[in-house]
C-alpha cells in the first residue's frame, strides 16, 4: 500500500478515536478534574514571611501549607504534587481505564469484520487507532499542565515554563501503560480484561522499581535477599519504571518529593545504578516492543 | 441509480475468470483451553462463483457457512487448499477495495451519524473523499435513511442499522458483494429493498454471493445454489435442479432442500 494513501486513513481513524472518547462518560469525569485543579490554581497564594517561613494558601486561605522559604519553590513543589500525583498518578489510572475500551470496542465482531474487509493492512488500523488514542491523552495532558500553569501564573505571578516541559514525560509515561493495554485488547478483545491488566501492569512496574531501588539503597536488604538481586534486576529493565519517571519530573522541577527523599536518586546516581536517560529510553524500548506484539497479534489473528 | 461501477461492467461480462474460486479448501479451528480440540468448520471445498452471477448458500445452523464467508474475505486463513477473489489470490488485498459486505449483525459504533459513518467507511477503503460525498446522500435516500442522516446511531433500530449496512456494502460500487443473513432484522421494505440492490448489482455485471436460511429468497434472487452440510458441500448447481424433479415436474424447495440435509448430514 501506497504510504501516502494511508496518511488520510490515519487522520480519519484519529477522528473517530476523538469522537469515540468524547462519547466516554470517563472522559467528562476526566475534564472535570481539570477544571477543578484548575480553579483550585486559581485560589494559590504564596505568602513570604519575613523569618523565611513563608506558607501556600489553597482555597483563598482555607488550606494553609508551609513550605521551604521562597516564592518560586512553594509553587514549584505545587507543581510538583500536581503533574506527579495528580497528572501521572490518579490521571494516568483514569486514563488507561477510559482509554482500555477504544480498542475492544473496535476489535468487537461485529463492527470488526466489516472494518477488516477493507483494503488497508491490519496494522494501519491498529496504528491509527492508538496514535488516536495517545494524540488525545496529548491533549487532555496540555489541558490539565497549560490550565494549572496559566491559573497559578495569575495567582501567583510566577510563570516557571519548566513545568511545561513535563508534558513529554507523563505522555511517554501513559504510552508505555498504554501499549500493554492494546496488546491485551487484540489477544482478548476483552475491555475488563485491559482495565484489570493494565492497572494490574502498573501496579507491578511500581512495585519492581521500587523493590529495585530499594535492593540497591538498603546493603541490608542485599544481605538479606542476595540471591533476588539478579531476577529484580533483570526484571527493572524489562518493565516500564513509574518511580524513575516520577524522581526524572521532580528532577525537572528541581523539588524534594517523598519518593525523592527516601530514593534519594543522588547516591544511585553516583554509583550509575540508575541513569535517567537509559531508564526512559528502556521505557520506550518496552512500549515499542509491546506495540509490536500487539501489531502481530492483530496482523495474524482470526476473526 | 448506480450501485456498481459501470466503468468496469462490460470487462466483468466478457471475463471468464471466475470472481470467487475455492480449489480444496478446508479449515480447521482449535478450540478448547489449550486450543488442542480441532474442530473441522469446511472440508475439501471446491467451488467457483462466475462474474455477474447471484449464488445463493444454504445449510443448516453450524454447517460452516460463515466460515466460508469469513475465508473468502481474509477474516481468516483456510487451514489447507486455495482461494481466489476477483481473480486474485487472496493475499492481494486491494481487491478488498471492489468488495462490499452485508453482515448477519452490524455493530456500528453508536456514537457516529448514519452519513458520518459512511464518511468514514469510504475513507477506510481509499474511495476519493469527493466520491464518498457524492454517493452517502444517495445511498442513505435508497435505503430510506434520508432524514434520520444526521441522528446518532444509537437511536436506531435494529431494521434501520441493517439498511446501514446495506448502504455501506454499496458505497465503493462492489463487483463483489456477500450477503451473510442480510434479511436479519429487515422489514417486508426492506426485504424488497435488499432484492432490488442484488438484481442491480447483477445487471450490472457484478457478482452477488447470497448467504441465507430464508428459501424464497434463494427462489426470487439465485442463478445457482450451494447446499453446505456439516463443512462439506453436498450440492452446487443452478436453482432448477432443487425446485424440479427428475421428470421436470415442479417441487418445494423446502422439501427437497430439507432432504439434502437429512441424507447428508450423519
Known amino acids: 500500500m501506497n504510504p501516502l494513501a494511508a496518511l488520510p486513513v490515519l487522520r480519519w481513524l484519529i477522528r473517530d478515536t476523538f469522537r469515540q472518547s468524547i462519547n466516554a462518560g470517563v472522559f467528562w469525569l476526566m475534564l472535570a478534574l481539570i477544571l ?28 494553609q501549607l508551609s513550605l521551604a522559604p521562597g516564592r518560586g519553590v512553594a ?43 477493507k483494503p488497508i493492512p491490519r496494522w494501519i488500523l491498529l496504528l491509527g487507532k492508538c496514535l488516536g488514542a495517545i494524540t488525545f491523552v496529548l491533549v487532555q495532558d496540555t489541558l490539565f499542565l497549560g490550565g494549572t500553569w496559566l491559573a497559578l501564573g495569575i495567582s501567583t505571578g510566577i510563570w516557571d515554563i519548566t513545568y511545561l516541559c513535563c508534558l513529554p514525560l507523563l505522555l511517554l509515561h501513559f504510552i508505555v501503560f498504554f501499549s500493554f493495554s ?39 536488604l542485599q544481605a538479606a535477599a542476595a540471591d533476588l538481586g539478579h531476577g529484580v534486576e533483570l526484571a527493572y529493565w524489562i518493565l516500564p519504571k513509574p518511580l524513575d519517571c516520577h524522581l ?40 515499542v516492543l509491546l506495540m509490536a506484539l500487539a501489531a502481530y497479534d492483530f496482523a495474524t489473528a482470526e476473526y | 441509480m448506480m450501485l456498481v461501477s459501470t466503468a468496469t461492467a462490460p470487462a466483468i461480462a466478457q471475463a471468464t475468470d471466475a470472481s470467487v474460486a475455492f480449489a480444496g479448501v478446508s ?4 478450540n478448547g483451553i489449550f486450543r488442542r480440540r480441532a474442530v473441522a468448520a469446511l472440508r475439501d471445498v471446491s467451488l467457483r462463483i462466475e462474474s455477474g452471477e447471484v449464488f445463493g448458500l ?27 477473489r476477483l481473480g486474485r489470490p487472496l493475499s492481494d488485498r486491494s481487491t478488498l477495495g471492489q468488495v462490499g459486505y452485508v453482515h448477519e449483525n452490524h455493530a456500528f459504533p453508536r456514537y457516529l451519524s448514519a452519513a458520518a459513518l459512511l464518511e468514514y467507511y469510504g475513507a477506510l477503503t481509499l474511495m476519493p473523499h469527493e466520491r ?20 446518532p446511531i444509537a437511536r436506531f433500530s435494529k431494521g434501520m442499522i441493517q439498511r446501514l449496512g446495506i448502504a455501506q456494502a454499496l458505497l465503493n460500487e462492489p463487483r463483489l458483494l456477500v450477503l451473510d443473513e442480510p434479511t436479519e432484522g429487515l422489514d417486508l421494505n426492506g426485504r424488497s429493498l435488499l432484492r432490488d440492490v442484488v438484481r442491480e448489482v447483477r445487471q450490472h455485471g457484478g457478482t452477488v454471493l447470497l448467504v441465507t ?20 458441500l453436498v450440492h452446487v448447481g443452478p436453482l432448477a435442479e432443487l425446485t424440479r424433479d427428475a421428470s421436470g415436474s415442479p417441487r418445494s424447495l423446502e422439501k427437497t432442500v430439507k432432504d439434502l440435509y437429512a441424507e447428508t448430514s450423519i
Open chain 2, 58 to 84: 444454504l445449510g443448516p445452523n453450524r454447517a460452516g457457512k460463515t466460515t466460508l464467508v469469513k475465508l473468502l474475505l481474509s477474516l481468516c486463513q483456510p487451514t489447507t487448499g486455495t482461494i481466489q
Open chain 1, 182 to 220: 492494546a496488546m491485551l485488547a487484540t489477544a482478548t478483545r476483552s475491555t475488563t480484561a485491559c482495565v484489570f491488566g493494565s492497572i494490574l501492569f502498573w501496579l507491578l512496574s511500581w512495585a519492581t522499581n521500587l523493590g529495585r531501588h530499594a535492593f540497591l539503597a538498603l546493603p541490608e
Open chain 1, 36 to 63: 477543578a485543579c484548575v480553579v483550585l490554581c486559581l485560589t494559590v497564594s504564596v505568602v513570604d514571611a519575613p523569618d523565611s517561613s513563608g506558607h501556600l494558601d489553597l482555597g483563598f486561605g482555607a488550606v
Open chain 2, 132 to 151: 464518498v460525498r457524492e454517493r452517502v446522500p444517495r445511498l442513505l435516500d435508497l435505503v430510506g435513511l434520508a432524514d434520520r442522516s444526521r441522528e
Open chain 1, 248 to 287: 526524572i519530573l521532580t528532577g525537572i522541577l528541581q523539588i524534594d518529593s517523598p519518593l525523592s527523599r527516601v530514593f534519594n536518586a543522588q547516591p544511585l546516581t553516583e554509583h550509575g545504578a540508575w541513569q535517567p536517560a537509559a531508564s526512559l529510553l528502556a521505557s520506550s524500548l518496552c512500549a
Open chain 2, 27 to 30: 479449515k480447521t479451528y482449535s
Open chain 1, 75 to 117: 509553587v514549584r513543589t505545587l507543581e510538583g504534587y500536581l503533574a506527579g500525583w495528580i497528572a501521572d498518578g490518579a490521571g494516568l489510572l483514569l486514563t488507561l481505564m477510559w482509554t482500555a475500551s477504544i480498542l475492544p470496542s473496535f476489535l468487537d465482531e461485529g463492527t470488526s469484520s466489516v472494518l477488516l474487509v
Open chain 2, 213 to 232: 436460511h430464508i428459501l424464497t429468497e434463494i427462489e426470487h434472487l439465485c442463478d445457482r445454489v450451494g447446499v453446505l452440510v456439516n463443512g462439506r
